[in-house]
């Protein structure tokens, strides 16, 4: 296998992967509702150490919970804006198409994905505190920037890589010279 198809398949299996997460993410933004008792009731298993060692996330849990089913019985409306979530990480994950299609065309995707999970960390740090999210909370959330551009950062370098070669492939090589065109 040459080193530009090799680069290429490396490439595309972490875009492969960050489109994955991107879409399970979105995926479990739609059911939040069902969801929540769920994780609940696992957390508050009795093979769960969670109530014992770590009871403010059990207690924001079951409001975050109650909110979420009194929101649902009272004003459906307000979780809408969940559905918007979700479909954005949906549409997002289809923007990557481009990159796994032609990384060093739409390089500009991966940047923009960049720039998005360091916007994560300003978004956090001013709307978690207006919102009453503890600062904790908003610490996981941030994580999710910090854990998303890694495999951002490993594609753009891959991609430059790939760009550099693909230039150096271009380039006539200067000991051969011109290739004379065939007689007629």
Known sequence: MSVRRALLRRIRVWLVVFIVCLVLSGLTAFPLVHELPWTEDLLRSSASPVPEHFPAL????TRVRTGLDEAD?????VLYGTDWLAFAHLVIAVA???????PVRNIWVIEFGMIACAG??????ICGPVRGIP?????????????????LLVVHRMIKRLEALEALERTPDPVAGPVAAPAV
């Open 135 to 151: 600062f904790w909370w908003s610490v996981i959330d941030m994580s999710f920037g910090v854990i998303g551009v890694i495999p």
């Open 96 to 102: 990557f198409y481009g990159p796994y299609r032609d």
């Open 58 to 61: 059990m207690e924001w849990i």
């Open 120 to 125: 994560i960390i300003p978004l956090a740090l």
């Open 73 to 77: 019985a009272k004003y459906p409306f």
